[in-house]
């Protein structure tokens, strides 16, 4: 059993659309980091959300952690060719140095 | 400087042979990770370095053999390899400014290929 599920596993959609990806759990967690990576290149932080209900905005991304900060997700706002790549939700392992990732959401923007 | 650099981009060694894949950063970090990654999947999870020192391996087979020569530099050390070893590994970093938060930074990492 995967501690965090990222939903849904693939998108492709057209440039100009709306997407929601979300990150869920059935744990409490601290904090939760999404990362971004494109094709051939390593994972890019893009954000961490700390407080229970919090939003965050990164230009055309809105990132919301749940209430009971167990869920999050991630909404892009008139995605362009530039968002594909794999999302990943990722959360501090609680007394290691581990950081421990979701399932991972492929995102295909086509212009 | 704010990013981890990872040499070579791409390898391609025989089963008998030994290779090593090389990471820096110059961000002061105290924790660096080995990470494998397939094809469509999340990163796993290899070694952790913290303080220099080797915390965690992930029951990694000994045909990968992690170092750590000083706070900037991890080495991985590729000997022995399976085809199946073929992957995506990426090096990344970590301030560890305490376990809250344990934010990464990544390097672009080294496609390996074994033949």
């Known amino acids: 059993t995967q501690l965090l599920e990222q939903s849904p596993q693939f998108l492709s959609i057209q440039e100009g659309e709306n997407l929601t990806v979300y990150c869920n759990s059935s744990?409490?967690?601290?904090?939760l980091q999404w990362y971004r990576q494109e094709p051939g290149e390593g994972p890019v932080l893009l954000v961490t959300?700390?407080?229970?209900?919090e939003v965050k905005k990164l230009k055309r991304l809105t990132f919301q952690f749940g209430d009971a900060r167990k869920d999050s997700s991630l909404h892009i706002t008139a995605a362009q060719p530039g968002d594909t790549g794999l999302y990943l939700c990722?959360?501090?392992?609680?007394?290691?140095?581990?950081?421990?990732f979701g399932t991972g959401t492929r995102l295909q923007v086509f212009p | 400087d704010t990013e981890v650099t990872q040499t070579p981009k791409h390898l391609v060694m025989g089963m008998t042979n030994k290779k090593s894949l090389k990471c820096e950063q110059h961000?002061?970090?105290?924790?660096m990770y080995w990470y494998k990654q397939k094809a469509k999947k999340p990163p796993e999870l290899m070694f952790v370095?913290?303080?220099?020192?080797?915390?965690i391996n992930e029951s990694v087979p000994s045909r990968f053999s992690p170092e750590c020569p000083n706070s900037s530099l991890l080495n991985l050390h590729l000997h022995a390899l399976q085809p199946e070893d073929s992957a995506l590994y990426l090096c990344?970093?970590?301030?560890?400014?305490?376990?809250?938060?344990?934010?990464?930074?990544f390097g672009p990492g080294t496609r390996l290929t074994v033949l």
């Open positions: 990344a970093s970590s301030p560890l400014t305490g376990r809250l938060y344990n934010e990464q930074f």
């Open positions: 744990s409490v967690f601290s904090s």
């Open positions: 959300v700390v407080t229970g209900g």
């Open positions: 990722a959360v501090a392992s609680y007394n290691t140095d581990k950081l421990i």
């Open positions: 961000m002061g970090h105290r924790a």
């Open positions: 370095y913290s303080y220099e020192k080797l915390s």
